[in-house]
């Protein structure tokens, strides 16, 4: 599964500088929710992030803030496919504004890292503002509710970084 969170950034005609955040918390929302574990029915969500938290950020000039994203599914899934770490194509838009009140926006791709199902690397180039033509990595952990995928429809998950989220 793919969530989202980008940062890191270089001047326009600067060499790249970046930026290293320890911290990257949130919510995403799927839309369509990903059907229970057992159905048959796939479909292909849009991931929504909004005023997700970055943190404890060292370089750049940037020391955290806010990032919102929207992200779609290319690969239709459901609980039982994604649970197994099937693919997503889970592409997208990811703007962050940092403390400085600037922002970077990302082309955002999440891939599911092998063998950990709860587990995703969110990664992509910075397009325009802070940080432009530097690259996104990270790695980040999601929680689902109680309940969710054996009893209801996946439709959010929470979200933290095992990684910390580097842009370069």
């Given at each position: 599964m793919?969530?989202?969170?980008?940062?890191?950034?270089?001047?326009?005609?600067?060499a790249?500088v970046?930026t290293?955040?320890?911290?990257?918390s949130g919510?995403?929302?799927?839309?369509?929710a990903?059907?229970?574990?057992?159905?048959?029915?796939?479909?292909?969500s849009?991931?929504?992030?909004?005023?997700?938290?970055?943190?404890?950020?060292?370089g750049?000039?940037?020391?955290?803030?806010?990032?919102?994203?929207?992200?779609?599914f290319?690969?239709?899934?459901?609980?039982?496919s994604?649970l197994?770490?099937?693919?997503?194509?889970?592409k997208?838009?990811?703007?962050?504004?940092?403390?400085?009140?600037?922002t970077?926006?990302?082309?955002?791709?999440?891939?599911?890292v092998?063998?950990?199902?709860t587990?995703?690397?969110a990664?992509g180039?910075v397009?325009?503002?802070?940080?432009a033509?530097?690259?996104?990595t990270?790695?980040?952990?999601y929680?689902?509710?109680a309940?969710?995928?054996?009893?209801?429809?996946?439709?959010?998950?929470?979200?933290?970084?095992?990684?910390?989220?580097?842009i370069?």
């Amino acid at each position: 599964m793919a969530l989202p969170i980008g940062l890191v950034a270089s001047p326009a005609g600067a060499a790249t500088v970046g930026t290293t955040c320890k911290g990257a918390s949130g919510t995403a929302t799927f839309s369509p929710a990903l059907p229970i574990v057992g159905a048959t029915a796939k479909v292909k969500s849009t991931v929504t992030i909004k005023n997700a938290k970055v943190t404890g950020c060292k370089g750049g000039g940037v020391t955290g803030g806010t990032f919102s994203a929207s992200l779609k599914f290319t690969v239709a899934n459901n609980c039982s496919s994604l649970l197994a770490g099937g693919e997503t194509g889970t592409k997208g838009t990811e703007t962050i504004t940092w403390n400085t009140k600037k922002t970077s926006t990302v082309a955002l791709a999440l891939k599911g890292v092998k063998g950990k199902v709860t587990q995703t690397n969110a990664t992509g180039p910075v397009t325009k503002g802070v940080f432009a033509k530097a690259k996104q990595t990270g790695t980040l952990n999601y929680t689902l509710p109680a309940g969710a995928c054996t009893k209801t429809a996946l439709s959010k998950v929470t979200f933290k970084q095992i990684t910390p989220i580097v842009i370069k």
